[in-house]
């Protein structure tokens, strides 16, 4: 039976922010709209479940932090009657990149025994998706657009996406075997299409190329802003991997790391996956963000080139510092997820030519700017050469 499906889902929408010099300013909005507000920290308390698994995740994957800085508040007071919804767990995040001045607000919840018609629902409208929160109806990207207006965002995201990981898959209990014979029905869950069987498999296959796996019990696909990640808990070869663990943690450390005791978790933050993700769409954001700058500045030409140039710069700046987050991840194999989730956005190529933009850009105000000086030192020396005639006039 395969239409028996536990799965974690998550929508997530990123907002340009400007730089945010504050974050006491930010946490007290946020608290103005959110009076429970939960800040998070890799050492501090957590009062919440999932709080609790992305401590675990984050101090066992990333030691000391992320490769990359970021603020995360959980907003309790985004929680709908969740279990009237049939969902089993909620939780609702903003995050704060300080190093692309960019936010993520998120929303997360878990599924059990629901079906694929469900599922590929989710794909194509889950985030419209009306449930019943305390202060009334709404649904995740209504409940985003509330909070975004209340912090001053622009009123459409530059990105976003959908994650959802499966934790049981009917019956099955083999990756392999899942990407063998139900192919297909992958292809509805990450593209949202309900003629998923009646869908070529050589196409199914080309929208599937993309996905990384460091276990034979895991594997995550990604297309587009959509990403499906297979997580079989409960399979046999997941009991061996933790049977395994036990014995190493027990020998080598005298117990096992809690990272390997993690469950289902509404967060998608097993094996790193979150954070995986967030951090590609964190860059697509910014590229996006570009892209509308670089555009505005075609528009409007009117606005100060020493602001200009200092813009373009920061933005290549910006791009930069990401991608070597890439390579100076510790761990290889997440280094390995993150340039495959970057191939699958087609992001190499587009970056490329933001840099070539950015570096015409900057030449372009150069031009200008030098043009426009020259100007000035043209018409600085014509009124000296005619003060010094006046000068001669004068004394004559």
Request: net charge negative; glycine share 6%.
């Amino acid at each position: 039976m395969q239409d028996s499906i536990n799965a974690n889902i998550s929508h997530a929408y990123y907002y340009n922010a400007a730089a945010i010099s504050d974050l006491g300013a930010l946490s007290d909005k946020l608290r103005d709209a959110c009076p429970q507000l939960l800040p998070y920290s890799l050492r501090g308390a957590a009062p919440l479940p999932a709080m609790r698994d992305m401590q675990v995740v984050e101090d066992f994957l990333h030691g000391g932090g992320q490769t990359y800085q970021v603020h995360r508040w959980f907003l309790p007071e985004l929680t709908p009657d969740f279990a009237a919804a049939g969902l089993h767990d909620w939780c609702a995040m903003l995050a704060y990149f300080p190093e692309t001045s960019i936010i993520a607000i998120s929303f997360h919840y878990t599924l059990e025994n629901t079906t694929t018609d469900n599922l590929i629902a989710l794909r194509q409208s889950g985030d419209g998706r009306t449930y019943r929160f305390p202060g009334g109806e709404g649904s995740c990207k209504s409940k985003a657009a509330e909070l975004a207006a209340v912090l001053g965002l622009p009123h459409e995201p530059l990105e976003g996406s959908y994650l959802a990981e499966i934790t049981r898959f009917g019956d099955y209990t083999d990756i392999e075997a899942i990407h063998r014979e139900q192919l297909q029905r992958l292809y509805g869950f990450i593209s949202g299409d309900e003629g998923y069987d009646f869908v070529p498999a050589e196409l199914a296959e080309e929208r599937l190329s993309s996905y990384w796996s460091s276990r034979d019990f895991i594997r995550i696909y990604a297309s587009g802003k959509a990403f499906i990640f297979l997580n079989l808990i409960d399979s046999p070869a997941h009991q061996a991997y933790l049977q395994r663990q036990h014995q190493f943690g027990t020998a080598t450390y005298g117990g096992v790391n809690p990272y390997f005791l993690l469950r289902s978790c509404p967060l998608t933050v097993n094996h790193g996956i979150l954070f995986s993700v967030e951090f590609v769409m964190m860059l697509k954001a910014l590229i996006n963000d570009v892209l509308a700058f670089q555009s505005e500045y075609s528009n409007n030409r009117n606005q100060s080139y020493y602001k200009r140039i200092r813009e373009t710069r920061e933005f290549r700046r910006k791009i930069i510092m990401v991608l070597e987050k890439v390579e100076s991840t510790a761990i290889a194999e997440i280094g390995q997820l993150s340039n495959m989730l970057l191939d699958s956005q087609n992001i190499a190529p587009i970056i490329d030519q933001v840099k070539y933009l950015l570096e015409l850009l900057e030449a372009d105000l150069s031009l200008i700017y030098s043009e426009r000086n020259n100007m000035l030192v043209t018409a600085l020396t014509l009124i000296g050469l005619l003060f010094a005639a006046w000068q001669i006039i004068l004394a004559l």
